[in-house]
């Protein structure tokens, strides 16, 4: 039986993965792992941890540290890493020498983990990735990538990390470049596209949002089922159809913040949106691209995300209403 360990469970990507990944190959399979216990533990001794309905076991695990990844996967009988710890844009530049540490030097702990034990790795690099610099319209698989965050060059580091493991140790690396992710499931976690989230929650609330960016802010989103989903057909793909093997664009659709708002007014009536520009998310939402061109994730492992602009907002909002009615109820 492969087993299956998921770092920096606790974040937005995997509070989701985690469950969806009991659900496809079985609860007994899944190791989640962060650097702490979830708030809410019954105990900071517990051995499993509850993902929504779904319960597996947990660990606390620094991913920075090759030796206790090592411990853990020798323990466990790991196989397969999904690789999710990392510190997001905008509070990466907050603190720089931190994002270096979690972003860069996990990730290569992680992949020297991968090498000692014959793990296949995915790792996830972003849209960030890329820089003013890079085409930002139908940016390519392959193009100039001078990123200007330290979120973004750590990014591209774990892309070419991931690049020469497979070349030089013939680790089974593997990854996409997600664009900004929409959830209902968790607050977001210091992102230059959180307002895609926090958006919905205050329509719900208030009526009325306050944006952090310009209206006319034009970016890669995609709903956080598709996101799930593309990272474990990634990772099921037949190896010899796979020429990138890591870092493949995805997307599935472009807006801005003043579009959002017109969606979600078509369900909310009255819904307002003024905008307090924050100047360091604006300047590293301005160095990157518009619109991924995904069209290699497409062709070489069948990429296909099902949830557009119109179909997110519905299920968001359908999502979230059913979340603030249990809350009011109890």
Not at 94 to 107: D, K
Not at 153 to 179: A, H, I, N, Q
Not at 239 to 261: D, K, Q, V
């Amino acid at each position: 039986m492969n087993r299956i360990l998921v770092t920096g469970a606790l974040g937005q990507l995997g509070t989701e993965l985690v469950p969806a990944l009991a659900a496809r190959y079985g609860a007994e399979t899944v190791i989640a792992s962060d650097i702490r216990y979830p708030a809410d533990s019954r105990s900071v001794h517990t051995p499993t941890v509850r993902f929504g309905s779904t319960e597996v076991e947990f660990r606390v695990v620094d991913c920075t540290d090759t030796a206790q990844l090592g411990k853990v996967i020798g323990e466990s009988g790991a196989t397969v890493i999904y690789h999710l710890a990392a510190l997001l844009s905008a509070l990466a530049e907050e603190r720089p020498q931190l994002a270096w540490q979690v972003n860069a030097m996990g990730t290569f702990s992680v992949l020297e983990a991968a090498r000692e034990y014959g793990c296949q790795v995915f790792v996830p690099s972003s849209i960030a990735a890329f820089g003013p610099s890079t085409p930002r319209q139908d940016t390519p698989q392959e193009t100039l990538q001078r990123p200007q965050t330290i979120y973004g060059v750590s990014k591209v580091t774990g892309e070419l990390l991931c690049d020469y493991y497979w070349t030089r140790f013939s680790v089974d690396t593997r990854g996409v470049r997600y664009p900004g992710l929409i959830s209902h499931g968790t607050e977001p976690g210091g992102g230059t596209t959180d307002y895609a989230v926090d958006i919905f929650r205050a329509a719900l609330r208030y009526g009325s949002y306050t944006c952090f960016l310009q209206p006319d802010t034009q970016l890669d989103m995609m709903y956080m089922p598709d996101a799930i989903q593309a990272a474990i057909q990634l990772m099921e793909a037949d190896a010899g159809l796979l020429r990138h093997r890591n870092a493949f664009n995805i997307t599935s659709f472009s807006c801005t913040p003043e579009l959002l708002a017109e969606a979600i007014s078509a369900h909310i009536p009255g819904f307002t949106m003024r905008y307090e520009v924050d100047p360091l998310r604006q300047a590293i939402a301005n160095s990157w691209p518009d619109r991924l061109d995904d069209s290699e994730a497409r062709k070489q492992w069948g990429f296909s995300p099902s949830f557009g602009l119109q179909e997110t907002v519905t299920d968001m909002l359908d999502n979230l209403e059913r979340e603030l009615q249990g809350l009011q109820e109890r």
